[in-house]
């Protein structure tokens, strides 16, 4: 236990009531997930093992898909934390709050996932501050304790565990990025955009289109994606090539939903986006 003074130190008193679970999700239904690779034998034997993952990659590959297709698959409730610069270690491990009149500890998402056995999700890790990601360390190694300096409390995480980061490559930069002591806990997965083939099976799939529009949208989207050398930062993501395909299931033109689903939230650049609305035109006009 960790050793504190008592004088003026509220007695922790957990909240246990269900409002206090909403992030602790258990999925009834699978998530539609096509693997790539080895992906899902090694995140499953790192489960088995209690070994930390890191997922790698770029936004709208399927990170945060995959990782609710494991929770399923195993069948371990979910944590999911979408991390940014705010993100404080209070805000991950839990605080004291004031409810009717007396003190009482309420933990956070984390504190919550080792509690309760569960996967813990941490997305964007490298958006959180350093100060914050190192309350992770003794969650990550054979320990698998979580200190909670305020409270007082040493928590062992529950039998099934497991912590999940990700982040994605594209945005590293000397102020964004993670040291070589967090690095070193995970074992990493390179995540990138499904080849065209099963690309266009995801799209058809949970875009409601059919293949032949899935595999026009796909072809499509390879061709944006090779404007990186112009100077397009960000390229279309599987994600977006879903929401263009909802669009288009729900009526809207594909050369309006291309624009609209796919360019637009691409780049404000005059000449790129008329570069792309070409393309839109040779493939789908």
Known sequence: MIAVSTQHQPVPQPITTSSDHQ?????AAEPYYVPVGDEV???GTCHERGLAVMLKGPTGCGKTRFVEHMAWRLGRPLVTVACHDDLSASDLTGRYLVRGGETVWQDGPLTMAARHGAICYLDEI?????????VIHPLTDDRRILPLDKAGELVEAAPGFQLVVSYNPGYQHVLK????STRQRFVALDFTFPPPELETRIVAHEGGVDEPTARALVSLSLR?????????????????LVA????ISSGIPPVDACRS?????????PELLAAMHDLVNAVLG
């Open 261 to 269: 689903g796919m360019m637009a939230p691409l780049t404000d650049d």
């Open 23 to 27: 992030n602790l999700r258990r999925l």
């Open 41 to 43: 034998s090694i995140f």
């Open 244 to 247: 263009t395909a909802r669009l």
């Open 177 to 180: 990025d993670l040291k070589p």
């Open 224 to 240: 944006v994606r090779n404007l990186r050398d112009r100077g397009l930062a960000e390229v279309p993501s599987s994600r977006l």
């Open 126 to 134: 490298v958006e959180a501050r350093q100060d914050t990601v190192v």
